[in-house]
């Protein structure tokens, strides 16, 4: 069994446990037998009595079950992980397990994400191996994360209770299962939180992901990997559609430059150690089982519950619009990207040879106005949002982002098929269902 710890909302691995390693234990002794003691004798039996002890401590504390600490106040400073053990390692494997003919096994990154957890069930349900893996932090409501854990255990996927900063844990994964695939999702999102945590975006999006790839590029086989990227790489450009081939560097957040970043660190682990690497740039995606921190979401929220809503406008009345793209759509482009992902071609940390290196936007190819979401929200939930108007505030948001989705089409056959009207009708089908107190049943 191993053991990790993180202080405050960062997901982090500083503290480790090891049983193993008790450098302090042998120079406290020192200390106590220069102190106190001067027979021999003595000091053999008060080490064995310490050492006791501590084997004590250790054996007794559970190995399954991650203890989080029962006062809630707390639960934000201090996360302990817990891995390992015959049991542990019997659900990695039989949760990926490849079902059918020529499936994949996948480790899925974020599964209790937003994202994740549509990936994950979708590629289950087809018959593909799929193991889950997450950090649980707080940066939105964990219980959401714990639901949508429940409702993957479900459906035969085991998500991991762990940190793509552990380095320890992902290679005793691929010790466990030769993943054919990563689908890469464990992130820090958000556009304007960066501002107010941006440790958290360049430890997940940057720390993380090169923590992820070390690893990838060391084991054999090495897999295949797809992760997301974003549309906010655009920035500040004003050519629309945004095409792949644009210009992605002038980024308006903290956010979108760990991304950018993440795109160029892929470029390093394809053309150093024969990677294979996917990225795909989503357009703020929506639908049930979605992220509280995103405006749909708390629009829906907050409109229920008659408070005032903040409606973002550019310069002059300018119109803020996004190309909202429904979940169902962007998990067909995710198992697309997965499926027509070529094999890496190193392995033992070497290149053999060149492999595929890939970004695609996936987003709806048609942008609607902020305003319109709220009225769409309005018509469905039977209720007039209180609407304030507010300057476009500078902390990262650009006015519009609309996706030029032709190479996906040719590359990955994408095609997205939900409109936003009919995407919001399912998201609020779900969001009442879920917090009318119906949360188990919610589908
Ligand atoms: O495509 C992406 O890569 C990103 O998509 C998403 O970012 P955004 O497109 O900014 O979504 P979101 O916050 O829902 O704001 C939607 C609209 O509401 C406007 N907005 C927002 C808040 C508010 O109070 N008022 C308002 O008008 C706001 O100006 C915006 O026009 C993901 O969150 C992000 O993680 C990333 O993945």
Same mark, same amino acid.
Request: hydrophobic share 40%.
């Given at each position: 069994?191993?053991?990790?710890s993180?202080?405050d ?5 500083p ?8 450098p ?5 002794h020192? /200390?106590?037998?220069?102190q ?7 000091l053999?039996?008060w080490?064995f ?17 991650s ?5 809630p ?12 053990g015959?049991a ?10 490849? /079902?059918?003919?020529n499936g ?9 994400g ?10 289950k ?7 889950? #893996?997450?950090?649980f932090?707080?940066?939105?409501d964990?219980?959401?994360?714990r639901?949508?854990q ?18 320890d ?10 993943f ?13 939180y960066?501002? &107010? ?5 360049v430890h ?12 990838c590029k &060391?084991?054999?086989?090495?897999p295949?990997i ?9 920035g ?6 945004f ?12 956010y ?5 970043a ?9 053309h150093?150690?024969?990677?294979? #690497? ?20 708390f629009?829906?929220?907050d ?9 973002? &406008? ?7 619009a ?6 169902d759509?962007?998990?067909k482009?995710?198992?697309?990207a ?6 890496s ?21 048609s ?10 929200? &309005?018509?469905l939930?039977?209720v007039?949002a ?25 590359e ?17 089908r ?7 107190g119906g ?5």
């Open positions: 069994m191993k053991q990790m993180h202080l909302n960062i997901p982090s691995t503290g480790k446990f090891k049983m193993d390693k008790s302090f234990i042998h120079h406290h020192g /200390r106590l037998r220069w106190w003691h001067s027979s021999l004798a003595k053999t039996f080490s009595l310490f050492l006791g002890l501590i084997f004590l401590f250790f054996f007794r504390s559970p190995s399954s079950s203890p989080l600490p029962s006062d106040s707390r639960r934000s400073l201090r996360h302990t992980y817990s891995w390992g015959p542990w390692e019997k659900r990695v494997r039989s949760s990926a397990r490849v /079902r059918s003919r994949i096994s996948v480790l899925v990154t974020g599964a209790a937003f994202v994740g957890t549509h990936v994950s069930s979708a590629l349900r087809r018959g593909d191996g799929v193991l889950g #893996l997450d950090n932090n707080d940066y939105y964990p219980s959401l994360k639901a949508r429940a409702l993957l255990e479900r459906t035969g996927v085991f998500v991991v209770d762990g940190d793509i900063n552990d380095s844990l992902l290679k005793k994964l691929f010790e466990v299962v030769p054919t695939h990563v689908m890469h999702l464990a992130a820090q999102a958000g556009v304007r960066a501002m &107010e945590n941006p440790s958290s975006y997940s999006n940057i720390a993380g992901l090169v923590s992820l790839l070390e690893v &060391e084991v054999n086989p090495q295949a797809v992760w997301a990227s974003s549309s906010s790489v655009y500040l450009n004003s050519k629309v559609p095409s792949e081939r644009d210009r992605t560097d002038q980024p308006a957040s903290l979108a430059a760990t991304k950018k993440g795109e160029e660190i892929a470029h390093t682990y394809n150093i150690y024969g990677l294979s #690497l996917t990225g795909l740039r989503f357009f703020t995606v929506y639908g049930p089982w979605g992220r509280p921190d995103m405006a749909y979401f629009f829906t929220r409109i229920l519950k008659g408070k005032a809503i903040s409606i973002f &406008e550019a310069a002059n009345h300018g119109t803020v996004r190309d909202f793209t429904y979940i759509d962007i998990v482009g995710c198992l697309a997965l499926d027509t992902a070529e094999k071609t190193g392995s033992g940390g070497k290149k053999k040879g060149r492999a595929q290196l890939r970004v695609f936007n996936l987003g709806n190819t942008p609607v106005p902020v305003s319109d979401l709220v009225s769409i929200l &309005e018509r939930l039977k007039k209180k609407r304030n108007i507010m300057k476009l505030p500078r902390n990262g948001d650009v006015q519009f982002t609309h996706a030029n989705i032709s190479l996906a089409q040719r990955l056959g994408y095609k997205p098929t939900t409109d936003l009207q009919t995407g919001l009708k399912k998201f609020v779900w969001y009442l269902s879920y917090y009318s949360k188990k049943a919610a589908g």
